[in-house]
């Protein structure tokens, strides 16, 4: 996708850039580029639509990059919820399972961003002396357990309601979340608490990795399926290099074939020009007794010449 397309927004001091990565990872994902420029600490909130029509079972979250930090709503709605320290960046993503590319560009629309500052955590140790010095007091540290004490109910019950309000539009933070079960026992112990997170976390990692089997599954079928078709295409293989062997074979009879008539000629012509040898022969010397006979004629056309004369004197 082009970079024009990717949201960017910013609030105190806080800016989240999202994009769209899809080779970057082992399945195409939603990637939020969070950063701080803040000097204290912050509590980020950031609210993400899924289009309409897509189920929430459709995204996974990456246990490296901060999975157990998301909570998926049956609404369609995908909130991230963490402490942000001052001049970090901090980058979290989420898996889809989308057809194309094309697909992509209707998970691009602008998040809701939340930032809260980090209110600090008073030291129960120290208590400042109230008479306008400034000086402090040391007190003795006990360890004592959190109870929970009942006090007068408030008023037409507006602190719950307003509690509940908070909790039921999701704007309470994860530590403030936790902080209320502590504070209500709700929570368990601290083992079941972490057994519980490493839970959501391993099913996290298990949701995104079975996305991604299923879409590799949907566009290349079974494995056994695979197998069946390399082994078609194997025997299809071997069935023309045989072919071709056998072309080849053939090939090779014809041009001996060939080569051995060949020969057969050479033969027939090297005896052909033998006979004509031998007939050159035959006429020389059939050349050679006609100058004999030519010379014996004149010998006798010479003595008959003598004889006559030799008579006719007489």
């Known amino acids: 996708m082009e970079s024009k397309e990717t949201p960017r927004i910013e609030a105190e001091g806080v800016s989240v850039t999202k994009r769209y990565e899809p080779e970057e990872f082992a399945v195409p994902t939603i990637a939020f580029e969070i950063r701080s420029t803040r000097s204290t600490a912050a509590e980020v909130r950031i609210e993400e639509p899924l289009p309409e029509g897509y189920p929430v079972e459709?995204?996974?979250?990456?246990?490296?990059?901060?999975?157990?930090?998301?909570?998926?709503?049956?609404?369609?709605?995908?909130?991230?919820?963490?402490?942000?320290?001052?001049?970090?960046?901090?980058?979290?993503?989420?898996?889809?399972?989308?057809?194309?590319?094309?697909?992509?560009?209707?998970?691009?629309?602008?998040?809701?961003?939340?930032?809260?500052?980090?209110?600090?955590?008073?030291?129960?140790?120290?208590?400042?002396?109230?008479?306008?010095?400034?000086?402090?007091?040391?007190?003795?540290?006990?360890?004592?357990?959190?109870?929970?004490?009942?006090?007068?109910?408030?008023?037409?019950?507006?602190?719950?309601?307003?509690?509940?309000?908070?909790?039921?539009?999701?704007?309470?933070?994860?530590?403030?979340?936790?902080?209320?079960?502590?504070?209500?026992?709700?929570?368990?112990?601290?083992?079941?608490?972490?057994?519980?997170?490493?839970?959501?976390?391993?099913?996290?990692?298990?949701?995104?990795?079975?996305?991604?089997?299923?879409?590799?599954?949907?566009?290349?079928?079974?494995?056994?399926?695979?197998?069946?078709e390399l082994r078609n295409g194997l025997e299809e293989l071997r069935a023309d290099v045989e072919e071709f062997g056998t072309e080849v074979r053939a090939l090779a009879g014809e041009q001996r074939s060939a080569l051995d008539s060949v020969a057969v000629e050479i033969d027939a012509l090297a005896a052909e020009v033998d006979d004509r040898g031998d007939v050159a022969a035959d006429v020389d010397a059939v050349s050679d007794d006609l100058d004999a006979l030519y010379n014996q004629v004149d010998e006798l056309r010479a003595w008959r010449e003598q004889m006559g004369a030799a008579f006719g004197g007489r």
């Not at 030291?123 to 929970?148: F, H, N, Q, S, Y």
């Open 58 to 228: 459709g995204v996974g979250f990456h246990p490296k990059y901060d999975s157990e930090r998301w909570t998926a709503h049956p609404d369609g709605r995908l909130v991230f919820e963490s402490r942000i320290e001052p001049e970090t960046t901090v980058v979290t993503i989420y898996g889809l399972r989308i057809e194309d590319d094309e697909a992509a560009a209707a998970f691009m629309a602008e998040p809701d961003l939340t930032v809260r500052a980090r209110s600090p955590e008073p030291d129960p140790a120290i208590e400042v002396v109230a008479d306008g010095t400034g000086e402090t007091l040391p007190v003795p540290v006990r360890l004592v357990e959190d109870r929970v004490t009942e006090s007068p109910a408030t008023p037409g019950g507006s602190v719950a309601a307003a509690l509940a309000a908070e909790l039921r539009a999701g704007v309470v933070s994860r530590e403030d979340r936790e902080a209320l079960r502590e504070a209500l026992d709700a929570g368990g112990s601290e083992s079941e608490r972490v057994r519980v997170s490493h839970l959501q976390a391993r099913v996290s990692d298990l949701e995104a990795y079975t996305a991604a089997f299923e879409g590799f599954l949907d566009e290349n079928g079974i494995a056994e399926a695979l197998v069946e």
